[in-house]
């Protein structure tokens, strides 16, 4: 069975960073989304397994970057100047299929990690 475990979340300051891991229990292509306060989740970023394909939402491009460890199958958001807006829960995703910027192409999710920023 395929497990997601997310880690770094937590209360930050507007400008402030946060780095996200997830530790996954094989080596699949990898995604962020978000899910703010009464909005839909929505993609964040996606890596590739092999780490040579990364797409960001054009929104987050500049701020936010996906990498990812493959000898620990661990994936990471390393977020910077963040802003309350940024403020949801954040959850990573794993493929067995390819990566890319949409729910259904990803079979399995983490447990989700509160990200808060203060304004």
């Known amino acids: 069975q395929v497990q997601l475990v997310e880690s770094g979340g937590g209360l930050v300051q507007a400008g402030g960073s946060l780095r996200l891991s997830c530790a996954a229990s094989g080596r699949y292509h990898m995604a962020w989304f978000r899910r703010a306060p009464g909005k839909e989740r929505a993609f964040v970023a996606t890596?590739?397994?092999?780490?040579?394909?990364?797409y960001y939402a054009d929104s987050l491009k500049g701020r936010f970057t996906i990498s990812r460890d493959n000898a620990k199958n661990t994936g990471f958001l390393q977020m910077n100047s963040l802003k309350p807006e940024d403020t949801a829960v954040y959850y990573c995703a794993a493929s067995t299929i390819r990566a890319g910027d949409y729910e259904s192409l990803y079979e399995y999710w983490g447990q989700g990690t509160q990200v808060t920023v203060s304004s």
């Open positions: 890596i590739s397994k092999s780490g040579s394909n990364i």
